[in-house]
């Protein structure tokens, strides 16, 4: 598979991930429809966003500036497989 180019295409997708976080959020609260729920949902989003941002900009910027990521597993394989500085 190639990469993805078209800047419109990329809109697209940042839309549709947006539809279905929503959908997903919507669903269980319709389900489950308590304010403790929703508070655990929240602090899920807010700490997956924050170790995304972790993941692809701070490793990225400042632990590690020479290696590009291509994804999650590519990002956890390359910090597995550092060794710790002598």
């Given amino acids: 598979m190639r ?19 929503t959908t997903a959020c919507v669903l269980i609260l319709a389900d489950d429809p308590d304010w403790r729920i929703a508070a655990l949902l929240i602090l899920a989003i807010w700490a ?12 990225g ?8 990521f291509s994804g999650i597993f590519s990002a956890i394989k390359h910090v597995v497989s550092r060794r710790p500085p002598s």
């Avoid at 910027?61 to 590009?68: C, I, T």
């Fill in 61 to 68: 910027k400042y632990v590690d500036p020479s290696y590009r």
């Fill in 3 to 21: 990469d993805l180019q078209s800047h419109r295409w990329m809109w697209v997708k940042a839309a549709l991930f947006v539809v279905i976080g």
């Fill in 48 to 59: 997956f966003c924050r170790a995304y941002y972790f993941a692809f900009y701070v490793i």
